[in-house]
Nanobody, 127 residues
């Protein structure tokens, strides 16, 4: 089992940048694939980015491609989401999620493939 805690959210102007971090507990973090999702008020929780246990494979939502980058540092039990060129429509609560690589092999964009979730961190982009 793993617990995850997001940080790094805040208020930023359009065009600015933020880096979100997701710190995970557990000695088996390096065997977990990770995902980032976001949820705006009144909307579904949508996939943003995913990264394999080794970091060798990454997946991005179309809305994030070219602006966001996902990475991980297994020695620090941390996953990052670097967000550049932020837009007001990026405003949402951002969630980090984890899944054991040997138990889940479905799409990284499928919320049901992630049993472990953080509490989320608010990102607000002003125009």
């Amino acid at each position: 089992q793993v617990q995850v805690v997001e940080s790094g959210g805040g208020l930023v102007q359009a065009g600015g940048s933020l880096r979100l971090s997701c710190a995970a507990s557990g000695r088996t973090f390096s065997s977990y694939a990770m995902g980032w999702f976001r949820q705006a008020p009144g909307k579904e929780r949508d996939f943003v980015a995913g990264i394999s246990w080794s970091g060798g494979r990454t997946y991005m939502a179309d809305s994030a491609k070219g602006r966001f980058t996902v990475s991980r540092a297994n020695t620090k039990n941390t996953v990052y989401l670097q967000m550049n060129s932020l837009k007001p429509e990026d405003t949402a609560v951002y969630y980090c999620a984890a899944r054991a690589s040997d138990l889940y092999s479905g799409s990284y964009s499928d919320r049901s493939e992630y049993p472990y979730w953080g509490q989320g961190t608010q990102v607000t982009v002003s125009s």
